[in-house]
């Protein structure tokens, strides 16, 4: 059975096929030790309303710190987003059957006093990825660890090589620059993750896929969900 190893950038409340991808992994590394990008899923997520309106919960980040800055050192502009998006998780999700349980989670992260991102989109993966069955032993961070050299292809064969596995499962963004001759000639395999999005009962009027993971955990639940992906 295969060693497969799967890393991605910490995001917020991320959707379902981040998950699903680290589920199939036997060591998950969160890369906090890369470029912020502002256009990237960094720092926000997208829910609907019962309108199948789509909103986006952004955490801003302070614009001095989001300059050429790594992940781990951008630190947010101020905590006032915080009673926004409970505001607006409260208005959307209060009528839901499972309403409570991922409230409670979310409060519990977002309700820190930390002026750093990665401290609340770090969580945002981890505990969710523990109430659907995956042991926090097996999440790494990137920059608590020794120094990975190289870039892309090489950074992945080294981080792979580190952690000691024998494949690598990337999302199908990946399929922009990966070189899978390249793994291959370092004696791993290389997959891209096959994700097709569940369907599941969802407020509103329509099935919306792609949305964060806590529209489906305040839905359908953790157990249920665990049974999708």
Known sequence: MSNIIVAHQPQYFPYLGIYNKILKSKKFIILDDVKFKAEAWHAKTIIKDNNDRIIQLTIPCSKKSSMSRNIKDIKIADHRWKIKHFKTIEYIFQNTKYFNETYSIMSNILSQKSDYLADYTIPSITIFLEKLGYSKDKVFIQSKEEKIEGKKNDFLINLTKKF??????????????????????????????????????????????????????????????????
């Open 164 to 229: 000691g596995g024998d494949e690598f499962l990337s999302g199908q963004g990946g399929k922009s620059y990966i070189d899978e001759h390249k793994f291959l000639k370092n004696n791993i395999s290389h997959n891209f993750n096959d994700f097709k999005h569940p369907k599941y009962f969802q407020s509103g009027k329509n099935f919306l896929p792609n949305l964060s993971i806590i529209d489906a955990t305040f839905n359908i639940g953790f157990k249920e969900l665990k049974k999708l992906i």
